[in-house]
């Protein structure tokens, strides 16, 4: 079952070790309950969120691709994802830090739905609030060049710039090509 629901049940596929490996690696060692929060998604269902909600310019495949004027700029900043992603381990969780704060008081508001986790046009995953608190270090570990995290319910958004810096916003508008 999809839980991104309106893209149907094909939108997803299971989490592998060898493609998605950050999820998988004993130095973030997520438990069994939180991968079932986790859905990667297929290319298709990738290109088509990305077209909704992000970009349906064609040169606009990448978050630093997008153009100077787009439409999602940060209205708050966020803490340095950078230093607390180095000092993630046993004695330090990715849940206890600014870093997951942040990101559970920014996307609280719509519940359990999900927030989508945009490396580019290609590259995406599906997670609750709950395991992108969880497992952020995770996804920056996949892709730390400008992904974007976008919750389709609220419109809410979060970069995560490259040199460390989160950055979030609220998507007042549609999509534009």
Not at 21 to 33: L, R
Not at 62 to 83: C, D, K, V, Y
Request: net charge negative.
């Amino acid at each position: 079952m999809s839980i991104v629901g309106d893209l149907g049940d094909d939108a997803g596929r299971p989490l592998q070790p060898d493609r998605d490996w950050a999820f998988f690696d004993a130095d973030f060692s997520v438990p069994p309950q939180m991968l079932a929060q986790i859905q990667a998604l297929t290319p298709r269902a990738t290109a088509l969120l990305w077209t909704r909600h992000v970009s349906a310019h064609p040169a606009e495949t990448h978050p630093m691709q997008l153009r100077e004027e787009h439409r999602l700029q940060p209205t708050i900043a966020g803490p340095e994802w950078l230093a607390e992603f180095d000092a993630v381990s046993g004695e330090h969780p990715a849940q206890a830090g600014c870093v997951a704060a942040f990101l559970a008081a920014h996307f609280q508001a719509a519940g359990a739905a999900p927030v989508l986790f945009m490396a580019s046009r290609e590259l995406a995953y599906a997670l609750t609030p709950a395991a992108l608190v969880a497992c952020w270090p995770c996804l920056l570990a996949l892709s730390d060049e400008g992904p974007l995290l976008y919750q389709p319910a609220t419109g809410k958004f979060v970069w995560c710039r490259p040199h460390g810096a989160l950055a979030g916003g609220e998507d007042g508008q549609e999509s534009a090509p």
